[in-house]
């Protein structure tokens, strides 16, 4: 008798059909992207371009910075980040800023770093950050980070954003008619930031940016006008790209002075925060995956730098800038790109002059802005819209609760020793990044601390097993409810 096997025959696919498949799936996705943009911007056009301009508090001084210091080329600068924010729009449909790597331009001013020397720093973090995203380890990586890390990052950068905020006041001023003119502006804009939470629909970003454009139009006239001695008129300058290539030594300065050290901060806040914080922000928009994020890193600074370009990355206080100010779609950096192509390649010297200028009470505004935004995140840790839970997190803790568990889990999930075990986790990351400023130590400080209480309940496990429950920073099995109010229960 002839067998038969059951298994369905193997069909053999052709690569362009493969290919057709995807250019088609990519296709569709790029449709509802531009439909998005356009619905919104259509829908809240003020909302939009005040949105975009949500993140100059953190660009403008570092731009600036830079600039003066010959470390960049700002007419390569603005036109290349132009496009990338018009690309990143057009393929993401989200806010995705486009901003300094702020560790190597902090290196970069300290140091006095060439052009040749910062881009070298940034070429090898954009190749690094695109060989992890290629080969799949950005997404492995970000799969096994615990939410309370996740989220004490995020909220570590929204605080060291409103610290650094006071850097930007113009406290060495001389004339007290000056210094108090600064407080009562500042003032006026800060309860005009709490007016426009009431009123979204105001564009408080547009309205600082021209209030700012006007103040230095007004103190051209007045003190730097065309009688003033050494004046000179900013003029219209086309850019004429210059390509190099770095020496071996610039290479080797820009990567070990620079590079290594921005490299796990590009991944964690630039790439893994942004990816989950557009989840938070925008939940009925798709998120970009941290694989595609990492790419876009790669893609923009492996085409600018060359030309003198500021390395740049996205980055999580920046999304949540333009969200705070109305931006909820891809249009509001596309219209931030254009107007950074055009001064770019047309007026480069308007631009810088306009920049320098600008009154640094207003830019430390958007900054507190920013970072009060991002530090909102953090409240939903232990809420009913958590969106986690992931192996990891539910590993880390052993259920011994029952007084009111049932109610507990149809809530959040989350008994009352996990809560708290989260909280600290998050604020052990928090803690480290404010402490060090730096957030490699913090992830590593929220990490330990994870894995702290995943050993503590490997070993009151093993000591359950030998007949002896002895828990370790935590209620034991005899003092049941009454003790779940100890100080150590949420430490690690």
């Not at 990351?429 to 050993?455: K, Q």
Request: glycine share 10%.
């Amino acid at each position: 008798m002839e067998h038969r096997s059951n298994t369905p025959p193997c069909r053999y696919t052709h690569p362009f059909a493969t290919l057709n498949t995807h250019l088609k799936s990519l296709t569709r996705s790029l449709l509802q992207t531009h439909h998005h943009n356009l619905s919104t911007l259509l829908r809240s056009p003020l909302s939009e371009i005040s949105g975009s301009l949500g993140d100059l508090g953190t660009l403008l001084p570092i731009l600036i910075a830079l600039s003066l210091n010959n470390s960049i080329s700002l007419s390569s600068t603005l036109v290349f980040s132009g496009l990338a924010n018009i690309y990143t729009g057009v393929l993401f449909g989200i806010p995705l800023p486009v901003q300094p790597m702020k560790a190597i331009a902090a290196v970069a001013l300290a140091r006095n770093f060439s052009k040749e020397e910062i881009a070298s720093a940034g070429i090898f973090v954009a190749g690094a950050i695109g060989v992890l995203s290629l080969t799949g380890l950005v997404r492995w990586f970000t799969n096994r980070i615990p939410i309370p890390v996740v989220k004490g990052i995020q909220l570590g950068t929204g605080l060291s954003l409103i610290l650094s905020a006071g850097n930007l006041y113009p406290s060495s001023i001389s004339s007290s008619s000056a210094s108090l003119l600064n407080a009562a502006v500042l003032l006026i804009c800060f309860l005009a930031l709490l007016a426009s939470s009431a009123f979204r629909r105001i564009p408080y970003a547009l309205i600082i940016l021209l209030l700012g454009i006007i103040f230095v139009g007004f103190t051209d006239l007045i003190s730097d006008g065309p009688g003033a001695e050494g004046y000179s008129i900013p003029h219209f300058k086309f850019w004429h790209p210059q390509a190099f290539v770095p020496s071996w030594y610039s290479f080797q300065k820009g990567l070990l002075e620079a590079g290594i050290g921005q490299l796990p901060l590009t991944t964690l806040n630039s790439v893994i925060a942004v990816a989950f914080l557009a989840q938070d922000l925008l939940p009925e928009v798709k998120a970009p995956s941290t694989t595609a994020l990492g790419l876009s890193v790669m893609g923009i600074n492996l085409v600018g730098c060359w030309f003198g370009a500021m390395p740049v990355c996205h980055g999580s206080g920046g999304l949540a800038a333009q969200y705070r100010f109305g931006a909820r779609s891809g249009a509001s950096i596309i219209l931030l790109g254009l107007v950074k192509l055009v001064l770019g390649l047309f007026a480069s010297e308007i631009a810088l002059h306009i920049f320098i200028k600008f009154p640094s009470v207003l830019l430390c505004i958007l900054v507190i802005a920013a970072g009060l935004e991002l530090v909102k995140v953090g409240e939903s840790l232990n809420t009913a819209g958590v969106r986690n839970l992931n192996p990891l997190d539910r590993a880390s803790s052993v259920e011994q609760d029952t007084h009111n568990e049932d109610e507990d889990k149809i809530i959040t999930g989350l008994t009352e020793r996990e809560r708290k075990r989260r909280w600290a986790v998050m604020f052990t990351t928090v803690a480290g990044i404010l402490a060090f400023r730096n957030d490699a130590i913090g992830f590593s400080a929220g990490m330990l601390c994870h894995w702290s209480f995943h050993w503590q309940d490997i070993l009151e496990e093993r000591t359950s097993r030998r007949g002896g429950y002895t828990m370790l920073g935590s209620q034991s099995q005899e003092e049941g409810d009454n003790a779940q109010e100890r100080p150590s229960e949420g430490t690690c």
